[in-house]
């Protein structure tokens, strides 16, 4: 998720086959200032993060419709408002959706008109015949009612330019149709501006829609993913880890020391001291210079949140290598 300022539109982005979301950040980033639109990218079963998920046309389907809903559901972005960028193999979910929902726009880049038709022209009838029609492009561009951008490179080897035209010619929306002459299947679409940022900005009239309350990502959802992480480290070590020792609150903040004295039971806790008017039958006496000292520390300590013995080891209003920090207030740092 790469949230623009103010933006109201939203991208749902499909990548390629040889790809994943790590591999797609650069470009999303870039995509997303030079678009001034917020965007969310997918990932299939059997790619990346999901690579322990069978792959399957199924899969990616379920996966491009559940970020589809969420957009419109969770994030109340409007039809209009939302638009489909497919890649390569991306190009059959964001086809699939735009032939059923009434959205913004779509993008397709080096889209093919079918799995069957794309491997024919790499390895034969003979063995395409005996494989299963896989993303219909062809058939279901027609039901696209949504502005349509087909871009595909005059050198692409993979997939063949004809694939766009025959989707282009079929497409009855308003449509444009790139082919740039120097541009291969797998070339940065923004190393030239004239393959992809001219004419997506002038086509859609980018950015678009702006709103002084853009689509916000609900906290709830990074709270879930920092669940999931803890119960995979559980199921991994063996044990639930603690908060101050996971990784994930490294990365987050500075953890307290809470956890760390609960699971030390309070053994490092500093015996009382006797009082000096209790060593001497309760009479007061004249305390020496290095009592003194002593009482001075432990006065300016407390008039800092916490005695010398809970400063040594971390408790309330510690103050260790210049971090400051207050477990009773949530473990909130300040240099």
């Not at 086809?95 to 779509?106: E, H, K, Q, T």
């Not at 005996?130 to 993979?158: Q, Y």
Request: net charge negative.
């Amino acid at each position: 998720w790469l949230p623009s300022p103010k933006a109201a539109g939203v991208m749902l982005f499909c990548h390629g086959n040889a790809e994943d979301l790590g591999m797609c950040f650069p470009f999303l980033k870039h995509m997303q200032q030079q678009f001034k639109m917020n965007v969310l990218a997918v990932e299939y079963p059997g790619y990346g993060l999901l690579g322990h998920l069978p792959a399957s046309e199924a899969g990616v389907k379920e996966v491009a419709l559940t970020a589809f809903r969420f957009i419109l559901d969770e994030l109340k972005v409007a039809y209009e408002q939302l638009m489909l960028f497919g890649r390569s193999v991306g190009s059959g979910p964001s086809v699939y959706l735009a032939s059923r929902f009434p959205i913004g726009g779509l993008i397709l880049v080096a889209a093919f008109t079918s799995v069957r038709d794309a491997a024919r022209s790499l390895v034969g009838d003979a063995i395409a015949h005996f494989l299963d029609e896989r993303f219909p492009n062809l058939s279901l561009i027609s039901n696209v009612s949504c502005p349509t951008l087909f871009i595909h490179g005059e050198k692409d080897s993979l997939i063949a330019p004809s694939h766009s035209m025959a989707l282009f010619k079929n497409c009855r929306a308003r449509k444009l149709l790139i082919t740039p002459p120097g541009m291969e299947h797998n070339t940065n679409l923004f190393v030239d501006a004239q393959f992809l940022a001219i004419p997506a900005i002038n086509f859609f009239g980018l950015p678009g829609y702006q709103q002084d309350e853009p689509p916000q990502m609900p906290p709830r959802f990074f709270e879930d993913g920092r669940q999931q992480f803890l119960l995979r480290q559980k199921r991994a070590d063996g044990g639930p880890p603690t908060e101050a020792e996971s990784p994930w609150f490294l990365f987050c903040g500075c953890p307290t020391t809470r956890a760390k004295r609960e699971k030390s039971g309070g053994a490092d806790e500093a015996p009382p001291q006797e009082a000096p008017e209790a060593a001497h039958g309760g009479e007061p006496r004249a305390a020496a210079h290095g009592d003194v000292a002593s009482a001075a520390k432990e006065t300016r300590a407390a008039a800092f949140g916490g005695s010398l013995a809970g400063r040594a080891r971390g408790g309330p209003g510690e103050e260790v290598g210049g971090w400051q920090g207050s477990a009773e207030e949530g473990g909130g740092c300040v240099v």
